[in-house]
């Protein structure tokens, strides 16, 4: 068994893990969005109330229960986007 210090440490790195990862989703988000729209050329035809509705915050492409393969020789899906 853990002692409870043990486990306070454990459950501080997941914290600070879990922050980490949800901060690097939002980055990956903030990218394909403006990407997106930049090569839609929407800049120009967005409204004041346009820019309330994009968000980082989506997830719904995330599979958190999947395997995840990584192909070195392939273009990163950022890259693409």
């Known amino acids: 068994m853990f002692s409870h210090h043990q486990q306070s440490g454990r459950a501080r790195i997941t914290r600070a893990s879990l922050q980490l990862l949800q901060n690097c ?3 990956i988000n903030t990218i394909l969005v403006e990407r997106t729209v930049e090569r839609q050329k929407l800049w120009p035809r967005l409204k004041r109330e346009d820019f309330r509705g994009l968000t980082p915050l989506f997830y719904n492409r995330i599979n958190p229960y999947g395997t995840f393969s990584l192909d ?3 273009r990163s899906f950022v890259d693409v986007a």
């Open 25 to 27: 989703v939002m980055l």
């Open 72 to 74: 070195l020789n392939r």
